[in-house]
């Protein structure tokens, strides 16, 4: 029995806490039964028994997590496959090749107090707070305020795999890499778990063929506790080690994951970070050419915070796009909805219909090399085709009343711009792109906490400053009684 709220820990998309109050095997044994009941049991085919794949970062707190949860899960009747030590993005091939559900422990970037699991359907579908997780919650949070069901008459059996091997061989039948030119890269896995999977798709580490990529390792040794830098490289701290490194080696580009590497992040031959939009841009039309050779049209999707150079250039070229709100089960529903060819977002998570309609990092590197690597020009001169606006990035402000912040901006801008658009698909976004000058801005409120996020855009980098200061210093203005907001 315990008196932990799930609400705490098991939010929209995953599950999230400090490791082991309030996150203790026992609520990971109870997520796992109720993850048993609600998904499993129910998706699985009749007269198959039904099967689960488990896979863990490189947290120390892992193993004792992914027990318990396994536990949950056999007792309920279920099989259960243990990988071991992967990606979120081997996971995902895990659970798309076999079509079965499974559970990645990690907590990404956050760390390594914390630990998390994220949940999917038999091939790699999202399971959400519209998709399950709400009902896992509620039944687990019964689980553990009344006592676990007793086990059933015939348990589920526990199996080890690995499939390192198999997902990096998928991945190269996506994407070739043998005839393009000699590159060398650095990449930062930030202590993650890129230092697993780089070596095995872009090395020779799993028994697959050597690639003609001189690969310069930063950091790849597996560390939960994150010693060298937070393994986050949307912040811009966390890529100055791979800007540095890039420019010593002379190497052609940099690649930085994040903490379960389902994100990758791009730096170019002079160590300047290239944007997530750009990358879209860069793989999209990869995508998109490929689709247009079949004869097939191609859909694209894209969030709201990328750039406006994302559906200007992709639409350019015949793609179809479309537009979503911020999060991953946001666009993996639209991703499935219109047989979406590819889809990115401003984070760097990056989603391929042919992996199943979910994120993979590496996949977007392999695509980044192959484009680099099959002409002559350097890293710089491919993201400037793609990056003709300057953006701020997403700034955060705490503020003591959200609803008031947002109405202090909207109402000075629909005052002063009576041509402004203004949509409210994922918080309010202020566009003056049809005008002169060119700008938008997005501010949309965390899920979680007490913040607004911002993100500008213009067409020179003097109007982004302007719009951004004045943005955030509506925000940030104070209160009616003179305390900071």
């Not at 009747?77 to 990606?87: A, E, M």
């Not at 993005?89 to 914390?114: K, Q």
């Amino acid at each position: 029995m315990t008196s932990i709220d799930l609400a705490t820990i098991i939010k929209a998309y995953d599950v999230r806490g400090t490791v082991p109050d309030p996150f203790s095997p026992a609520v990971a044994e109870a997520v796992g039964a109720a993850f048993a009941r609600v998904v499993v049991l129910p998706d699985a085919a009749e007269g198959v028994r039904p099967e689960t794949v488990i896979g863990n970062d490189m947290r120390d707190s892992g193993p004792a997590l992914v027990e318990a949860f396994a536990r949950g899960l056999t007792d309920a009747g279920v099989d259960v496959v243990r990988i071991g030590l992967c990606s979120t993005d081997g996971l995902y091939y895990a659970s798309g090749s076999r079509h079965v559900p499974g559970a990645m422990f990690t907590a990404s970037h956050n760390p390594a107090i914390y630990n998390g699991i994220k949940l999917c359907r038999p091939g790699a579908r999202p399971v959400g707070e519209a998709t399950g997780l709400a009902d896992v919650r509620a039944l687990a949070q019964t689980f553990l305020d009344e006592g676990l069901p007793a086990p059933v008459a015939t348990p589920g059996t526990v199996r080890e795999a690995d499939l390192l091997a198999d997902y990096a061989a998928f991945l190269r039948s996506l994407v070739d890499l043998s005839g393009i030119r000699p590159l060398k890269v650095v990449v930062d896995a930030g202590n993650g778990m890129g230092g697993h999977t780089v070596p095995a798709v872009l090395g020779t580490a799993a028994g697959l063929a050597g690639l003609p990529l001189e690969i310069v390792p930063l950091y790849f040794e597996l560390d939960g506790s994150f010693p060298n830098h937070e393994a986050n490289p949307l912040d811009p701290a966390n890529l100055v080690d791979l800007q540095a490194a890039v420019v010593e080696h002379g190497a052609d580009l940099g690649l930085a994951f994040d903490g379960d590497a389902d994100r990758c992040f791009v730096v170019d031959e002079r160590g300047r970070a290239v944007t997530p939009s750009a990358v879209t841009v860069l793989v999209g039309l990869r995508e998109l050419a490929k689709e247009q050779a079949a004869g097939r049209p191609a859909t694209i999707i894209h969030n709201l915070i990328t750039s406006r150079a994302v559906p200007e250039l992709l639409q350019a070229a015949g793609a179809t796009t479309v537009r979503t709100r911020v999060g991953h089960s946001f666009i993996k529903a639209q991703m499935a909805e219109h047989e979406a060819v590819f889809g990115g977002e401003h984070s760097a998570h990056y989603y391929f219909r042919d992996f199943w309609f979910a994120d993979t990092g590496m996949l977007a590197a392999m695509h980044v090399l192959a484009a680099l690597g099959e002409q002559q020009h350097p890293m710089s001169a491919l993201s400037e085709m793609y990056e003709p606006y300057v953006a701020s990035g997403e700034m955060n402000s705490r503020v003591s009343d959200v609803p008031a912040a947002r109405a202090r901006v909207l109402d000075a801008y629909l005052a002063a711009y009576p041509d402004v658009e203004l949509d409210e698909l994922d918080g309010a976004t202020v566009s003056h792109w049809d005008g002169q000058p060119r700008w938008w801005f997005n501010l949309r409120a965390s899920n979680t906490e007490p913040l607004l996020r911002l993100n500008v855009e213009a067409a020179d980098a003097d109007i982004m400053e302007k719009v951004l200061g004045d943005v955030l210093s509506l925000v940030r203005a104070t209160d009616d009684e003179g305390r900071p907001a």
